[in-house]
């Protein structure tokens, strides 16, 4: 089974993982871990933070030579910026963020405990931990990557690209998006935002390219494909709702506009000619690309703070305003990959098996040789 967990706060001395159930023989690149921690904090409309750390991974434990041996690997990522015990306390509780729900919870009289844990400052490490599972999936051939669909309203038109057209048209973009046209508008978007001292949200699609057929099961529902992606989405800070393909759209159609239609040729074998399902049917992956899209509120902390009262005295005042970005749209996408990473990279273990990434090959390799249709 593979499982991680995570520690530390926005501003405390690291954020540490460990990551439990990697096999041995993986070779570790921590030239890729820190590429996706930079990918993670760049996009236009990020804030003066993302200019303080210069996030690097390092790796404590778990390998050897640079290759992993089977025991759990446990990664560290220095805050530059630790200050946690110097920070000012926080009475004036934001509206949207955990402080008050949190400070009821804990029984606390400051929400700056709260906040710095509930901060999404701590998605640095899963997006390490992601990274590692990514460069197990590799060994399988599968590719992920997230682009930005929607913000402030104006949507991406992607729908015809392919999965190297958009890898292609994201690669020169500042908000992670494969449409240009609709790039530029967003831009504008942000812009009026931030001189109106206010956030924004939007809509982030991850694609898992490469996938097998088999992953996840209808046998029990916590074992559902879908269901452990969209919780690993939902588990991102800000992210209020998860769609796989085109759930939403879809709930409003007829079946016979909706379900994908499955053909077979000696060239192609099974293949579909759609795939609004997502690439999941009854919870196991069916062979097509996976789609999930994690829909983003607007950031929290507005430079303008919102009605609300002073934790302490009970009176109406502004909320309390922290260092923050103006949209974060691009970066949710890029620990969307990183949590779809582990999903899936804990659905294959589940399914193959092996103490090592030779023997979960070898399991591998024979299942697609012997898969058919009985």
């Not at 206010?198 to 559902?224: C, H, K, M, N, S």
Request: glycine share 12%; with cysteine.
């Amino acid at each position: 089974m593979l499982r991680f967990l995570t520690a530390g706060e926005s501003h405390g001395e690291a954020l540490l993982g460990i990551l439990e159930g990697m096999p041995s023989g993986l070779n570790i690149d921590n030239v890729f871990i820190d590429g996706e921690l930079k990918r993670r904090q760049q996009g236009y409309g990020r804030g003066a933070r993302m200019k303080i750390e210069d996030d690097s991974a390092r790796i404590l434990s778990g390998l050897r030579h640079g290759i992993s041996i089977g025991s759990p690997i446990s990664l560290l990522i220095a805050n530059k910026d630790f200050s946690i015990d110097s920070l000012p306390e926080v009475k004036n509780v934001r509206p949207g963020h955990a402080d008050l729900a949190g400070a009821l919870k804990y029984g606390l009289g400051d929400a700056r405990s709260v906040l710095e844990r509930a901060s999404a400052r701590e998605t640095a490490l899963r997006v390490a931990i992601g990274a590692v599972c990514k460069l197990f999936l590799k060994e399988f051939g599968i590719r992920i990557l997230s682009h930005v669909m929607m913000i402030g309203g104006v949507r991406s038109h992607t729908s015809s690209l392919s999965f190297d057209d958009i890898l292609k048209n994201i690669a020169k973009s500042k908000l992670n998006c494969a449409d240009s046209a609709s790039e530029k508008l967003m831009i504008e978007e942000i812009d009026s935002a931030r001189e109106k001292q206010d956030t924004l949200g939007g809509i982030f699609e991850v694609i898992i390219e490469g996938a097998p057929v088999g992953l996840g099961t209808y046998a029990q529902g916590d074992r559902r494909l879908d269901a452990l992606l969209a919780s690993a989405i939902m588990s991102i800070p800000a992210v209020k709702a998860v769609e796989i393909g085109e759930g939403m759209e879809s709930s409003g159609k007829l079946g016979s506009k909706v379900h994908d239609e499955i053909f077979h040729s000696k060239d192609k074998g099974l293949y579909r000619k759609t795939n609004n399902a997502g690439g999941i049917e009854g919870g196991i992956s069916n062979g097509e690309n996976i789609i999930a899209r994690g829909y983003m509120k607007p950031i929290s902390t507005l430079m303008k703070g919102l009605n609300t009262i002073d934790i302490s005295t009970k009176e109406a005042v502004k909320a309390s305003t922290e260092r923050s970005d103006v949209c974060a749209v691009p970066a949710a996408g890029v620990v969307g990959e990183a949590m779809s990473a582990i999903s899936i990279a804990g659905a294959m273990l589940e399914k193959f098996g092996g103490d090592s990434v030779s023997e979960a090959k070898r399991n591998y390799r024979s299942y697609l040789d012997n898969l058919e249709v009985k």
